[in-house]
């Protein structure tokens, strides 16, 4: 279960009895994991400004919250071709982030705790602002690539009247630069094979004989040339369109062609340098992917040994693109600064609950899925003392609690906040 449960009460004497109970009660009925979760002392300041750092922090716990899981999807959305990997991705300092949550600690290079809360507080909001707005900017070049290729890709995918013929003919396919000559491209469908062969040379005057081939076919139809003389297209084409053969209006024009297959190989170079990741040992991907580059090259097409995929991989053999490093990084510091942020709300709730000197434990409950309601009971059995109105509230759950609005918020007798570690859900 990725859910924890973040809780504190009181560390006097009789509360800590309290605590050693609850980790006997809950490790003998395995209702949980728990384990201490060390906050260091921070100042305190006025009891109002407490009380205004508490409704901050919560707006922060939900904003940072919120930007973890849009770089985690930014990430799926990269990682297109490895979704399964995508969660051994999601790293919080190098572990993964039970490990990091489960051995919290402060970082006080970061955050010192000699200054004021508020301060620590303004510095992890200022970060994730940050990150997100560094995060819609990536996130929008990268989409604009990616949108720009589907496009173009498109036409590679519809049938022979529609898709970009820039992969398909070549230049000794046509009769150029011919002042009385031309060759036009007729789209014939599978059926009439036979019956193209045998009329196109009639279908009009000064068509040259046996001048037809076929370049290319669909699952519907085939590509074929012919050529004639420039005078007679016209009438071509009218009789080609009675017979169910359709001309394509297609000019072969090198320049223009070229230009094009160079706009799909850069669009798909672009996307596909946001991320790459070597699966096998170095001699031996260096050895197969070079060999795809030098095909794609030979091929001049845009197969799966595509000149983009050879390109880009042997530029980044050894690396990882550099948005996904980037949110792979990001993510890592947000994740750090969100739990940092549940520290400091642990605090503060804690100091203004308990009041003070501060003085409470802070504890981490991973619960056993099967026995969440067990649990929470267990919980309110054994800290009715800190908050009896709170106790009975949550064994009735229409009761309200006079002189507290808490709207949909959960309340009970100890400091408790949720931390759901299901970031891509």
């Avoid at 300041?45 to 770089?71: M, N």
């Avoid at 005057?205 to 046996?210: F, G």
């Avoid at 209006?249 to 070229?258: A, G, H």
Wanted: with cysteine; charged share 25%.
């Amino acid at each position: 279960m990725s859910e924890f449960w973040l809780i504190s009460a009181p560390g006097d004497k009789t509360n800590l009895q309290a605590w050693e109970r609850m980790n006997t009660v809950t490790s003998k009925s395995n209702l949980s994991s728990n384990s201490k979760f060390h906050i260091p002392d921070l100042k305190v300041g006025t009891l109002d400004a407490l009380v205004g750092q508490s409704d901050e922090l919560g707006k922060l716990d939900s904003f940072a919250e919120s930007v973890i899981k849009k770089i985690a999807q930014c990430i799926g959305e990269v990682m297109e071709d490895s979704k399964d990997k995508v969660q051994e991705n999601l790293l919080a300092c190098g572990v993964d982030l039970i490990s990091y949550l489960t051995r919290f600690e402060w970082d006080m290079a970061k955050y010192p705790t000699k200054q004021p809360l508020k301060n620590i507080s303004d510095a992890l909001a200022k970060q994730v602002t940050q990150i997100e707005a560094d995060l819609k900017t990536r996130a929008a070049a990268y989409n604009s690539i990616k949108g720009n290729l589907e496009n173009l890709e498109k036409k590679t995918a519809g049938n022979l009247m529609t898709r970009t013929l820039a992969d398909i003919v070549h230049k000794e396919d046509f009769v150029l630069n011919s002042e009385y000559l031309i060759t036009l491209l007729v789209v014939v469908p599978k059926s009439s094979y036979m019956q193209w062969q045998k009329t196109y040379e009639s279908l009009s005057d000064m068509v040259v004989p046996r001048s037809t081939k076929m370049i290319t076919e669909d699952a519907e139809a085939g590509l074929f040339t012919v050529t004639l003389f420039r005078k007679v297209m016209d009438d071509f084409k009218a009789k080609a369109r009675e017979n169910r053969f359709m001309v394509r209006e297609f000019y072969f024009d090198e320049k223009e062609l070229k230009c094009e297959k160079e706009e799909l190989i850069k669009l798909a170079s672009d996307k596909k340098q946001q991320y790459f990741l070597v699966n096998c040992e170095p001699l031996t991907a260096c050895l197969r992917i070079s060999s795809a580059a030098h095909d794609g090259f030979r091929s001049g097409s845009l197969g799966a040994a595509s000149h983009s995929e050879g390109i880009t991989v042997l530029l980044f053999l050894f690396s990882q693109g550099p948005l996904l490093r980037w949110l792979k990084v990001n993510f890592s510091e947000a994740f750090v600064a969100w739990i940092h942020v549940k520290a400091l709300r642990v605090f503060v709730e804690s100091v203004l609950r308990y009041g003070l000197p501060v003085n409470f434990q802070a504890m981490l409950l991973q619960p056993n899925k099967k026995s969440v309601k067990r649990l929470r009971d267990v919980l309110n059995t054994i800290f009715k003392h800190l908050d009896e109105v709170a106790a009975a509230s949550t064994m009735e759950p229409g009761m309200d609690i006079p002189g507290l609005q808490l709207s949909n918020q959960e309340y009970y007798p100890y400091v408790y906040f949720k931390i759901d570690l299901s970031i891509l859900d």
